[in-house]
Structures are given as structure tokens and as C-alpha cells.
């Protein structure tokens, strides 16, 4: 008999809140450009998304399949991705108003010492930045982004949970 799963919600808002600790630290701590740490978010999803996967086959007593692992780890996945994508726009326009102008002097910084482009090649690559750091872009882009890798992740851990389905021609003459 198949143990009721806890919920998929309660899961993805705590990984949602995890997330949002660590780029709050990263906003206070002045990490949010450096390179180790811009990847620390999606690695913190990824193995708390095969956790809940493994955690999901569990309860399940692995009588489940590859997509009853990966829908469920999907669902998580997507509520986060919609936390995540509402939160950018309250970090981007209320916690760190400062942020966008600082990525936009590090984008201009790096441009130029990039080379190899000239001064209205780095205006028009400015104003196009400037056009994807407004709210609507921030919000899709976070969202599909999260989702993205956590439909990786979701892939991974519905690939790596135990699973041992019921075989559906058993009891059938």
C-alpha cells in the first residue's frame, strides 16, 4: 500500500525560502558578482529538488515510475520557479534598488575591457541591458531560468530514485 506523499507545496516553499536566504545574503554581502557565488543558487535547488525526488519514491514505498517521480519533482519545481520569479522583482525594486545600476556599470566595465568594440557598439548593447533589466523581463526570465534547471534537476532525481513499479500484468489472465 502507497504511504500518501507529504505535500508538494510545503516542500516548495521551503526550498523557495532556502533560496531566497541565500541571495539575500549574497545581496548584503556584497556576492552577487562573484562567479562562485552566482551558481550557488542553482546548485542548492538541484540536489534539494533529487532530495525531494529520492524523499517522494520513499513515501511511495518505489512503487512508482520514472514519471510519477519527475511530475512530482516538476510540480515542485515549477512553484518555486513563481516564489523565485515574484521575489526577484521585490529584490530588484525594493530590497536592492541598487543592484541594476551596479549591473549595468559591470556590464559596461566589462564591455570595455573586453575590447574589440567600439563606443556605439557598447551603448547599443547598454541600452538593449537596460531594456531586460525592467520588471516584466526579470520576472520571466527568473522564472524560466528556475525552471529550467529545476526540470534538470527533476529529470536527475526521478533518474536516480529507486523505483520498483507494480507489474500491471500480474493479477490479469
Given amino acids: 500500500m502507497k ?3 507529504s505535500d ?3 516542500k516548495a516553499i521551503l526550498i523557495a525560502l532556502i533560496l531566497i536566504v541565500v541571495d539575500l545574503i549574497g545581496g548584503f554581502g556584497h556576492l552577487r558578482f562573484e562567479k562562485w ?3 550557488t543558487s542553482t546548485l542548492i535547488m538541484g540536489v534539494a529538488l533529487v532530495i525531494v525526488s529520492i524523499n517522494y519514491g520513499k513515501q511511495q514505498n518505489h512503487q512508482v515510475t520514472y514519471g510519477q517521480v519527475f511530475g512530482y519533482a516538476f510540480k515542485v519545481a515549477l512553484v518555486i520557479s513563481a ?3 515574484l521575489y526577484s522583482l ?3 525594486y525594493v530590497i536592492f534598488p541598487e543592484f541594476r545600476d551596479q549591473l549595468l556599470e559591470k556590464t559596461r ?10 563606443e556605439d557598439q557598447i551603448d547599443t548593447a547598454m541600452t538593449m541591458t537596460k531594456k531586460f533589466i525592467q520588471p516584466v523581463p526579470i520576472a520571466i526570465f527568473a522564472f524560466l531560468g528556475t525552471l529550467f534547471f529545476g526540470t534538470i534537476s527533476a529529470l536527475i532525481g526521478a533518474a536516480v530514485t529507486k523505483k520498483n513499479p507494480p507489474d500491471i500484468f500480474q493479477n490479469n489472465p
Fill in 3 to 5: 504511504k500518501k506523499s
Fill in 83 to 85: 516564489i523565485v520569479a
Fill in 37 to 39: 557565488f552566482s551558481w
Fill in 90 to 92: 521585490l529584490s530588484n
Fill in 8 to 10: 508538494y507545496l510545503s
Fill in 109 to 118: 566595465a566589462d564591455l570595455e575591457a573586453k575590447g574589440g568594440m567600439s
